[in-house]
């Protein structure tokens, strides 16, 4: 059975991505960039790479030792972007696979960068999806902006990083600017008219594969 072709992620969108993972150093006192726990408590590395061991996310502050001798050294910062785009081929695979309508690469970018940040899983049964397969391109949009939720001491609370990145993703989407889109206080804005690439080929189904899909949505650092 024919499958559809992998799609690059495009530059805007990694930079989408890398602007709101950024790139922290657990350790800065040394020269490469180290292992840290992201604010849900999961080891990471680079620009929200997460690590993992035997099978599962490496968490708690009790396993830095391994986090540590998993990247002995650390990484530098062209490893870091290695890493990246390594883990946006999954989750390119995975939107390709879920998405059954013709994408721009702008709707597609922002597509990767909200399944990167909450999960393939949640991207494919939210909402956002439904409305995108039914071609309801404003109401997929939309959409964007309910993500931007977390727990903060067991009680669901509005982050304003996740705002911000919702935001951002919604303007992408919608063939906007983002970065303007970013900033707290900025207008949301109508849709902008784009043409969407033909799909040529049968999609396949979802991969099995799990490596980089996150249990929670981050922060928005």
Request: glycine share 10%; hydrophobic share 45%.
């Amino acid at each position: 059975m024919p499958v559809a072709a992998l799609r690059d992620v495009p530059q805007e969108a990694v930079e989408l991505i890398k602007s709101f993972e950024g790139i922290v150093d657990g350790d800065p006192r040394t020269v490469n960039l180290d292992a840290y726990l992201d604010p849900v408590g999961i080891w990471t590395i680079g620009w929200g790479h997460a690590v993992r061991f035997r099978g599962q996310f490496l968490r708690g502050t009790e396993n830095r030792g391994i986090a540590r001798a998993l990247y002995p050294g650390g990484i530098t910062r062209a490893q870091a972007e290695a890493l990246l785009r390594g883990d946006l081929v999954d989750y390119a695979s995975n939107v390709t696979a879920l998405v059954k309508v013709p994408l721009t690469d702008a709707q597609f970018g922002a597509l990767v960068s909200f399944a990167f940040n909450v999960g393939v899983g949640a991207l494919a049964q939210s909402t956002l999806l439904r409305k995108l397969n039914a071609r309801d391109v404003a109401g997929a949009a939309d959409q964007f902006l309910v993500w931007n939720k977390g727990r903060k001491n067991g009680v669901l609370v509005e982050l304003p990083g996740l705002t911000r990145r919702r935001r951002a993703e919604r303007a992408m989407y919608l063939g906007q600017n983002w970065r303007a889109a970013a900033w707290p206080g900025a207008p949301v804005l109508p849709a902008a008219p784009a043409t969407p690439r033909a799909r040529t080929t049968t999609p396949k189904a979802p991969p099995t594969r799990k490596r980089g899909v996150r249990p929670a949505p981050r922060t928005g650092r």
